[in-house]
């Protein structure tokens, strides 16, 4: 089973550093783990430095990968060009890195990821004509498509309603469970975390300073650190954790615009 560990990553942009010295135990396929910060906490980066888009110091180890390109990645832009339809987006993306020739399973692959994630009508539209959450699904499609054993996936769900949110992150769950990927996601949803994950990551400030079980990691103690609310965590009558944001520990004054 494909397992990744990093040892003192860093990783910046013109000489300044956006994460420093990211060290985490052995993530194994099988699991979901989330990476969870504030805005700027060095999520992207250190997703970009896991695929190799950045270079940096420090080690990342994979073990247990059957191909050469184990690794996808879904940025929360991916620059695809407008002008492709959702169809050849997809055979892209599932083509990069492989060959020249497509496949018959080429093509099964593809109509399979436009089943899974439930966008089969949208195959023929242009990917400049679709709304951010379409395209969203879209980007998902390109990064399963090439079957990869280890997915990264930065902020899903930020354009999705939420019946769609639920959808992939539940599908994600399953393929975790059935197939044995390495899911890391970044995740602004702490509920959908705890729902969701089996481990979390927590970025502030360029370092990692929490990393374990989702239970462990998420805390009322951590929500008051990173992100300056007061909250806790119940479990609900169906057995699930909650979180619950009581609210901010200061509020901003507000002047109301009238001069006395």
Known sequence: MVSLQLHDISAGYSGHAVIA???????????????LGANAAGKSTLFRRIFGLLHGKGNVRIEGATSARPIAYMPQDNGARPVLSVYESILLARMQGRRLKVLDEDHAKVEDMLRLLGITHLRSRNLGDLSGGQRQMVSAAQALAQDPQILLLDEPTSALDLSHQIDLLLLLRSLADAQGLL?????????????????ALVLHRGGLIACGTTSDVITPELLQDVFDDEARIETCSK??????????????????????
């Open 21 to 35: 010295d990211v060290s985490t135990p052995v993530l194994k396929g099988g699991q979901v783990v989330a990476l």
């Open 239 to 260: 057995g699930r954790p909650q979180l619950i944001v009581d609210g901010r520990s200061q509020i901003l004054p507000i002047s109301s615009g009238h001069s006395t």
């Open 183 to 199: 899911i890391i996601v970044a995740l602004h949803d702490l509920g959908h975390a705890l729902r969701f994950s089996d481990a």
